[in-house]
C-alpha cells in the first residue's frame, strides 16, 4: 500500500533531521574541545553536518540504483529554497536582502548553478565531473574562509567589539558533558545512514507503484522533505522578526547542494542525467535563482506580494511536473 511507503518516507525524513542534528552538536563540540578555530568549524563541521540528510540520500540513492532520486533531489531542494524557503516566511515579515553582503556568495550560487548545468549536458555525471565539482566546492570554502578572517581581522583594528564565534555555532555548548558529546555524535552516524535508508526505499517504491520516474519524487516529495529545516528555522525566524539571514542560508545550501553533495555521489556511482530534466528542472532552477537578481539590486526585502508570487510559482512548477508526468 502507498500510505505504507509514505510512513517509511514520513519515518526516515524524522530519523534523517533528527540524526543530521544530533552529529552537528557532537560533531561541533568535538572540534570545538580539541581546539579547532570556530571560524573553521562553521565552514566545514556545520555546512557539512547540516547538509549530511541530503548527502546520504544520494548516496544512498545510487547505491540502491535510483541515481535520479538524487539528481532530483538536489535539483528539486535548490527550486523550494529559493521559491517556498523564501516565499512562505515573507507572507509572515518581509525578508531583508543586504544586497552589497551577498553580491560574492549570489554570483557563486550562479556560477555553481551554471557550472553543473554544463557538466548535465556533458553527462553523464561520472567521476571527473564529480570532481571538478568538489574543486569548486573546496575554491569556495577557502574564500569564505579568507573573507571570514579578512572581516575578523578588520574589526580586531577597529577594537570592535565583536561577539564569541563559539557562541554562534549551531550546536556549540561549552557546558556539554563527553558523555552527551559522544551520545550525540554516536546517534548521529547510526541514524543517518538508517534514516536515508528508509526514505529512498519508501520514495523509490512510490515511484514503483505511481508508474512514474524516481526523478519525480526526488523533485517533490523527497526535495520539500529534505528543505523542512531551513523552511522551519526561516519561518521561526520571520515570526520573531528576524529573518535576516534567511537569505544567506539558502544560497549557501544552494551552492553545496550543487558542488558537495553532488560532487560526493557522483564518486560513488553515474548519475545519469534524464532528458526532461535537461530540457526543464535545470532551467526552473535556474530561473529561480535569477529572480533573486532584482531584490540585490535594489536592495530592497522581499515582500508579501513577492513572496505570494514566489510560492505560486511553485505551486505552478509542481502542476506542470505532475502534468508532464500525466498522473
Do not use: C, K
Not at 517533490?220 to 531551513?230: D, I, K, Q
Not at 510559482?313 to 508532464?324: C, D, F, G, H, N
Amino acid at each position: 500500500m502507498i500510505a505504507h511507503d509514505l510512513l517509511f518516507v514520513a519515518l526516515g525524513l524524522v530519523i534523517l533531521l533528527l540524526a543530521g542534528d544530533a552529529l552537528v552538536r557532537g560533531a561541533v563540540n568535538i572540534a570545538l574541545r580539541l581546539g579547532i578555530p570556530a571560524m573553521i568549524v562553521g565552514l566545514t563541521v556545520v555546512a557539512f553536518g547540516t547538509s549530511a540528510p541530503e548527502l546520504l540520500v544520494a548516496i544512498q540513492a545510487v547505491l540502491v540504483g535510483a541515481p535520479g532520486l538524487a539528481l532530483g533531489n538536489v535539483v528539486g531542494s535548490n527550486i523550494a529554497n529559493i521559491l517556498l524557503v523564501l516565499g512562505l516566511p515573507a507572507l509572515i515579515a518581509a525578508v531583508p536582502v543586504e544586497g552589497r553582503a551577498l553580491w560574492r556568495s549570489y554570483a557563486t550560487m550562479l556560477a555553481a548553478s551554471g557550472l553543473f548545468i554544463g557538466l548535465a549536458f556533458i553527462g553523464p555525471i561520472v567521476w571527473w565531473h564529480a570532481l571538478i565539482l568538489l574543486a569548486g566546492l573546496f575554491a569556495m570554502l577557502a574564500d569564505s574562509a579568507l573573507q571570514a578572517n579578512n572581516h575578523r581581522n578588520g574589526q580586531r583594528a577597529a577594537a570592535a567589539a565583536a561577539p564569541d564565534p563559539e557562541e554562534e555555532l549551531e550546536g556549540a555548548d561549552p557546558q556539554m558533558s563527553w558523555l552527551r558529546i559522544g551520545l550525540f555524535t554516536v546517534l548521529g552516524i547510526i541514524g543517518l545512514p538508517l534514516g536515508a535508508d528508509l526514505l529512498v526505499d519508501g520514495s523509490v517504491r512510490i515511484a514503483e507503484r505511481l508508474g512514474v520516474d524516481d526523478v519525480l519524487i526526488g523533485l517533490t516529495l523527497v526535495a520539500v522533505g529534505t528543505s523542512l529545516p531551513e523552511l522551519a528555522t526561516t519561518l521561526m525566524a520571520a515570526i520573531r522578526r528576524e529573518a535576516g539571514v534567511a537569505m544567506g542560508n539558502v544560497i549557501g545550501s544552494n551552492v553545496f547542494n550543487l558542488l558537495g553533495i553532488i560532487g560526493v555521489a557522483g564518486l560513488v556511482g553515474p548519475l545519469p542525467v534524464p532528458t526532461a530534466m535537461l530540457g526543464f528542472d535545470l532551467w526552473v532552477m535556474l530561473a529561480a535563482s535569477l529572480l533573486l537578481l532584482p531584490f540585490l539590486i535594489a536592495n530592497r526585502p522581499i515582500g508579501r506580494a513577492a513572496g505570494l508570487g514566489l510560492v505560486g510559482l511553485y505551486a505552478i512548477y509542481v502542476v506542470a511536473l505532475i502534468r508532464m508526468a500525466g498522473i
